[in-house]
């Protein structure tokens, strides 16, 4: 009877054995045919409308490019984890995709607030950030390993405060703004550039991301008599632009490429009419081949419009699938090619890194006309 029992337990050892060896063998296969690229989005929070459409943006160059062979022979699939718009939270998803996931590659944050908080987590373990809408000028020199494919608020910043001055006379402006690294950094540069230009500040109201009632500020606005006014944040704007309505505020405003959301000309009205803004080069309606295909693409997948934080992200998963195709999987491979890319032909236009992982582009003006938002120049 014993012997029985030892010669099941022997058997019952020895497929255990098996088993575990098969599931060790699969895991390793599946490890050496998958390339996971790790990905910090705000999914819940005040951010969760710009995270999900970015997420959209990203399965969708990941599927495209699995179906055509995948890179380097190997699938590739983004591991996903929720900053909710905090920096501290955005530490510590990337601390997880390293110790845990042991990716090469970050994607995110979308706010410049948590890609500065990510940066020297990422810089000490040598990962590479890719950020698609981080525009804070700080992050110039954030670190080797860190990149943006989106402009600097040092140009955006800039090319607005000209605008004003030169083209639409404006002598003397208020600014209002959401009061985090993106806000700060981009009317930093504004106040600079149009001050530098002979204009005159007149008045500064900072707001809490998600703020909701703006009279206390725009009440102080309507006091030092600007005859423009510029505003930066996200969605807050139509709600700020139709409380400046009410109270009768009537002068130009002007904003940042942020202003370009649908759901501020739903909130605002009439009141988005005439506003204008710095834009990049991203143009749902464009006749390029590569942009309509994104566009039908992202509409028949997911029954909505790409907006500028999907075609960013867009750009951005596709460069770094190119950077691997070029340049391998290590993180300083990957970094290397990220540097040496030179006039990426993405959707949100010509796409070049400068020796700080600065993207290089244009940037251009827009305006709201009949609830549309158009080209100014």
């Known amino acids: 009877m014993k012997k029985g029992i030892w010669i099941v337990g022997a058997i019952v050892t020895v497929v255990l054995a098996i088993a575990v060896s098969q599931f060790v063998q699969i895991s390793r296969e599946r490890k050496n045919t ?10 819940s929070g005040e951010g969760a409308k710009y995270g999900t459409t970015a997420r959209q943006a990203i399965d ?15 699938t590739i699939s983004a591991i996903y984890e929720d900053s909710k718009g905090v920096g501290k939270d955005g530490v510590s998803a990337l601390q997880k995709l390293i110790t845990v996931d042991h990716v090469s590659a970050v994607i995110g944050g979308l706010f410049s607030s948590v890609t500065l908080a990510m940066a020297p987590v990422a810089e000490r373990n040598r990962v590479v950030v890719l950020s698609p809408t981080s525009s804070a000028p700080s992050i110039t020199n954030a670190g080797d390993y860190i990149f943006r494919n989106c402009a600097s608020d040092v140009f955006e910043g800039s090319v607005m405060a000209d605008a004003a001055i030169q ?23 504004f106040k600079k550039t149009f001050t530098d230009h002979g204009g005159q500040i007149v008045a500064e109201e900072a707001f ?3 703020a909701t009632d703006f009279r206390s500020h725009l009440t102080k606005i309507i006091a030092a008599e600007p005859n423009g006014v510029y505003i930066v944040g996200y969605k807050e704007l139509g709600l700020l632009l139709k409380q400046a309505r009410e109270l009768g505020l009537a002068t130009q405003f002007m904003s940042s490429v942020m202003f370009e959301d649908p759901e501020v ?8 009419e005439g506003v204008i803004y710095s834009a990049r080069a991203y143009d749902p309606r464009s ?11 992202f509409e028949d ?6 907006d500028i934080f999907a075609a960013y992200a867009y750009d951005a998963a596709r460069i770094l699938v190119q950077a691997i195709r070029q340049g391998g999987m290590s993180s300083d491979a990957i970094r290397d090619a990220i540097y040496s890319i030179n006039n990426f032909a993405g959707v949100t236009g010509s796409t070049s890194f400068d020796e700080n992982g600065d993207v290089i582009q244009p940037a251009y003006l827009k305006t709201v006309h009949n609830g549309q938002f158009i080209w100014y120049r």
Request: hydrophobic share 40%; glycine share 12%.
């Open 34 to 43: 998958e390339i996971k690229i790790g990905v910090v989005l705000p999914l």
């Open 208 to 210: 809490p991301q998600g």
């Open 265 to 272: 000309l739903t909130i605002a009205g009439d009141a988005a």
């Open 167 to 189: 083209e639409l006379g404006i002598k003397k402006t208020a600014v209002v703004y959401v009061n985090n690294d993106y806000g700060v950094g981009i009317v930093g540069v």
């Open 301 to 306: 997948q997911y029954q909505s419009d790409p």
């Open 287 to 297: 006749n390029e081949p590569h942009v309509i295909e994104f566009v039908t693409t």
């Open 60 to 74: 969708l160059v990941f599927s495209e490019v699995n179906k055509r062979g995948g890179v380097r022979n190997r």
